[in-house]
């Protein structure tokens, strides 16, 4: 069974657009590869020959894990999304009640998460404890340390 992410549309661009270059570009380079491996002589002893087959079949399973992603995607129409409440491309400002640092995060599908800018994944620890919380609330999450408590400060769409 499959599970069916959400995604902005710029998040779905980017998938097809990786999808399409494993396609197009990756593909025809494993293929010629094997070709020149094989040209070489007893594949029996053939080492190459073996490490390009070995590649080829390490991009067949990422051309198809990611065919499976697209076909489980689903697009988000943002302006459609309640925002009282903590949701699949909220961005929620959070206070930590222990040292009281304010952190603003965005919550996106799991393949499109990234620390750097502020997007964590919906299936992490943080972003599961947001989920469904309004403002005022407070989020209690279980962490490798113990339990961390956020005040929800903000809810917003961008």
Known sequence: ??????????????????LNHLKDVERPKASQAI????DKGDLSENAEYDAAKEAQGLLE?????????????????????????????????????TNGAEMTYKLVAQSEAD???GKI???SPIGKGLLGKKVGDTAEIQ????????????????
């Open 1 to 18: 069974m499959s599970k069916v992410s959400y995604y902005t549309a710029e998040g779905l661009k980017k998938l097809r657009e990786e």
């Open 35 to 38: 070709a020149e491996a094989r």
């Open 61 to 97: 399973m990422k051309i198809s894990k990611l065919e499976e992603t697209l076909s489980n995607a689903r697009l988000i129409d943002e302006s459609q999304l309640d925002t009282s409440k903590v949701l699949v491309h909220s961005s929620v400002k959070i206070k930590n009640q």
């Open 115 to 117: 620390l750097k800018t």
């Open 121 to 123: 994944s919906v299936d």
């Open 143 to 158: 962490v490798p340390n113990g339990i961390m408590k956020f005040d929800i400060v903000e809810i917003s769409r961008d």
